[in-house]
């Protein structure tokens, strides 16, 4: 994957900070949902770290959903050309 | 004060002037057209309207309130930044069909009558046809076709829906046409096909991809959001139109996911990001129209930034599949980091534009108890961070990297591309420079608290989202494929069905004249087995016949005796 000439985007060590300061943001992140009182609009808000679960559960129930869809409507290049 | 004119004479006169130019002088023509138009518009009044009278019709060509000035700023704005982008060509037609265009946009909000906006409407389907067929290849050529179909069904019901209005009503003003009556059903439509309603969504889906790196840029800046002003304006509070948004904002991101062309899935998003403007307009209080018109206001500039930064990539490259692009972060650094901000705004981070305003529209809804709309729009936004905020600059610019040769395009596209995002910055960081032009009276400030920290927490864990699924191996891996959508009904199943059709008539006529010639041929048939044989049809020899003659003159004979022994 990676040698001595790829970018600094290549190099597993720079993808790897990127992950932890992402982790080290979810954290504070759910940390700071206790410590804020956020103004609740709706019942379902009241669910510790509501945005945070559905943040995750959304973008991974897409992903997995359109690889289902994908089965159904995928064809090759140049189908609609014959 | 600056001399009151119509605001599409200077992108008129341009394109007739770019028309007889070339080179740096056209160039500066056609910057100028917008910029004019834009110190004009600083200097109008609100409440400006120019009565006309033609063939006994009311017409008002020309119509100033806050909602046309909005949009007008915008078009304007717009259409500055996509004629820097496209400056470096040497095609007169892109030329002059981007800036007829543009014009027509800018003519269409300050339509104040139905006719008007018609004209308007007309000209921006014809003009941006050209811009899909700039491209000048087989794709383009039918893409352009169908895209003009689409652009023709609109124009027609939109004219059939103002005959019938006009004559319902006898007004053929522009205002808030509520839906009430067939007529303005049928305009609806109308606005709805322009603005990629479900089911009539594939045009933009189909052409946009199909333009050159820069006709895109034009396209995606100017008709969906005329649909948008027109709707705001005919139809504010149409309930369906909730419905029909959520719907909009959902749908696309599944197709987005898995499409290939990275130019294509920027075609879902749009309809996407439409979806929470058409919401926000069938919501219909001050807060969810401002947020409705501000999110088109800054979907132009970060999508736009968007459509540039694939466009140069499509420029340099020649390629906009993600399954043939990757790594060019190193060789295009400029162009990636434009496009990480486009994808950053789009995804609504606190600061950049789109936070600022479909923070207005989830708002609305929560504050009209809509609380199911507003999880299925929640629901979208997380899809947007996906294929808008992460996918389009990872596949491009990052990923494995493809060994293209690259480098940075034209200074023009550059600099289009740098003022999108300063305006993506600007708006994000000052919303009060959008607020302060916002048609509607609502008191709205984006930077609360609660508004800041849900959304870090709904993108944060996004992004969460995404690493699990790359970790874990679930990432779903760009595949050459074609996805098949709604328009399959009339790019396959249709064709089809007419093919069959010809196919069975074809079998029918073959089945009626094989008939006819076996009834032929039983005729030719049945005389040569008794017809001609038969006694009177027979060749009778001469002699038989000399024969006959004698013994019908020897029996005249006898009888003549006979009668006269008698006698």
């Known amino acids: 994957m990676s040698n001595d000439n790829s970018g600094w985007a290549d190099r597993p060590e720079s993808r790897r900070l990127i992950r932890r300061v992402l982790y080290a943001a ?3 992140l759910v940390i700071a949902d206790f410590l804020v009182h956020r103004h609740i609009s709706t019942d379902i808000e009241r669910v510790p770290a509501f945005y945070a679960l559905y943040g995750f559960a959304a973008l991974v129930g897409v992903v997995m959903a359109a690889k289902g869809l994908r089965l159904l409507v995928k064809r090759d290049e140049g189908y609609y050309e014959r | 004060m600056a001399p009151d004119f119509h605001p599409f004479l200077p992108f008129a ?40 009278e033609l063939m006994n019709l009311e017409l008002v060509p020309y119509r ?46 300050f339509a104040g009558d139905l006719v008007t906006l018609f004209v308007f409407w007309e000209i921006l389907g014809l003009s941006s046809a ?24 609109s124009g027609v019901l939109l004219m059939a829906g103002l005959i019938w209005h006009g004559a319902a ?96 899935v920027l075609g879902y998003s749009m309809i996407n990001q439409l979806g929470f403007m058409v919401c926000g307009i069938g919501i219909g209080t001050s807060l969810a129209l401002n947020g409705a018109v501000a999110h088109a206001f800054n979907d132009v500039f970060f999508k736009g930034l968007l459509f540039m930064s694939m466009g140069a990539v499509l420029y340099v490259t020649g ?77 491009a610019f990052f990923a494995h990297d493809a060994g293209l040769p690259a480098k940075e395009p034209p200074v023009n596209m550059l600099l289009a591309m740098t003022l999108a995002a300063v305006v993506c910055v600007g708006i994000g960081v000052f919303p009060t420079l959008l607020y302060g032009i916002l048609p509607y009276d609502a008191v709205y400030s984006p930077y609360d608290l609660t508004h800041v920290l849900t959304q870090l927490q709904l993108l944060a864990f996004a992004i969460l989202g995404v690493v699990f699924l790359h970790m ?96």
């Open chain 2, 130 to 153: 050209f811009l899909v067929w700039a491209a000048r290849d087989e794709r383009s050529a039918a893409a352009g076709i169908r895209y003009l179909v689409y652009q023709v069904a």
């Open chain 2, 169 to 264: 009503t006898g007004s053929l003003a522009f205002v808030e046409l509520g839906l009430g009556t067939p007529a303005t059903l049928l305009i609806l439509i109308a606005f709805g096909i322009k603005a990629g309603f479900p089911l009539v969504h594939n045009w933009i889906t189909d052409a946009y991809p199909a333009s050159t790196p820069t006709g895109t840029v034009f396209l995606c800046a100017f008709t969906t959001k005329v649909a948008v002003y027109a709707l705001a304006r005919g139809f504010p509070g149409v309930e369906a139109l909730i419905y029909i948004g959520a719907f909009m904002a959902c749908y696309p991101i599944f197709f987005a996911v898995i499409e290939n062309d990275l130019r294509r």
């Open chain 2, 319 to 395: 390629r906009t599949k993600a399954s043939d692009l990757g790594g060019l972060y190193r060789t295009m650094p400029i162009t990636a980091t434009l496009c990480v901000i486009g994808a950053i705004t789009i995804s609504a981070f606190p600061l950049f534009s789109a936070f600022v305003s479909k923070s207005m529209v989830m708002t609305a809804l929560l504050e009209e108890g809509r609380w199911v709309v507003w999880l299925a729009m929640l629901f979208a936004s997380a899809g947007v961070l996906e294929h808008a905020g992460i996918k389009i600059p990872y596949f």
């Open chain 2, 472 to 567: 874990t191996g679930r990432y779903p891996a760009e595949i050459p494929a074609v996805n098949l959508d709604v328009e399959w009904l009339w790019r396959k199943a249709l064709p089809w069905t007419a093919a069959q059709i010809c196919a069975a008539l074809a079998v029918l006529a073959a089945a009626l004249k094989g008939g006819l010639a076996a009834l032929r041929r039983e005729a030719i048939a049945h005389s040569d087995q008794r017809g001609l044989s038969s006694a009177l049809a027979r060749s009778w020899p001469t002699g038989s016949m000399v024969l006959w003659v004698g013994v019908f003159l020897a029996l005249m004979l006898i009888a003549g005796l006979l009668t006269s022994v008698n006698a």
């Open chain 2, 64 to 109: 100033v309130d806050r909602l046309s000035l909005m949009f007008g700023y915008l078009f304007h704005i717009g259409a500055f930044m996509t004629v820097l982008f496209s400056l470096h060509l040497r095609d007169t037609l892109q030329h002059v069909a981007g800036i007829v265009y543009a014009g027509s946009a800018v003519g269409a909000v």
């Open chain 2, 13 to 52: 006169v341009a394109a007739l002037l770019a028309l007889a130019t070339r080179g740096w002088l056209r160039s500066a023509i056609l910057l100028a057209a917008p910029a004019v138009g834009l110190w004009h518009l600083t200097g109008v009044e609100v409440g400006t309207a120019t009565a006309l």
């Open chain 1, 26 to 28: 979810c954290i504070l």
